[in-house]
């Protein structure tokens, strides 16, 4: 677990965000979905399923930008637009 977490800090420095996560107006008329965006960043560091236009990721979010997630599925990073999420919820924790 603690290697784990490691990986998702090192994930997480990679695709920091220039104001960490602090969007100026400009950036913000630019989010297609801002309720969505909103949504996700409540979710970040958590499991979470996203169904996209193809098919059904489950991961955990790394990372929220205004245009795309960075979703950790099996130590391995997938950026998914935000455009083609359908849905999105946590992932059922196990017992």
């Known amino acids: 677990m603690v290697h784990f977490l ?5 994930l997480k420095s990679m695709v920091s965000f220039v104001g960490r996560g602090v969007l100026n107006m400009t950036q913000m008329e630019s989010i297609s ?3 969505l965006y909103e949504t996700l960043k409540m979710m970040v560091g958590q499991a979470i399923v996203v169904q996209t236009e193809k098919n059904i990721q489950q991961g ?3 990372s ?3 245009d ?3 979703l950790a ?8 637009s935000i455009e083609e999420i359908v849905w ?3 992932a059922a924790s196990k017992k």
């Open 6 to 10: 490691s990986f998702l800090h090192i």
């Open 33 to 35: 979905n801002p309720y």
């Open 60 to 62: 955990v979010l790394i």
């Open 64 to 66: 929220i930008l205004p």
């Open 68 to 70: 795309h997630i960075v």
């Open 73 to 80: 599925i099996s130590r391995t990073p997938f950026f998914i």
């Open 88 to 90: 999105v919820t946590l």
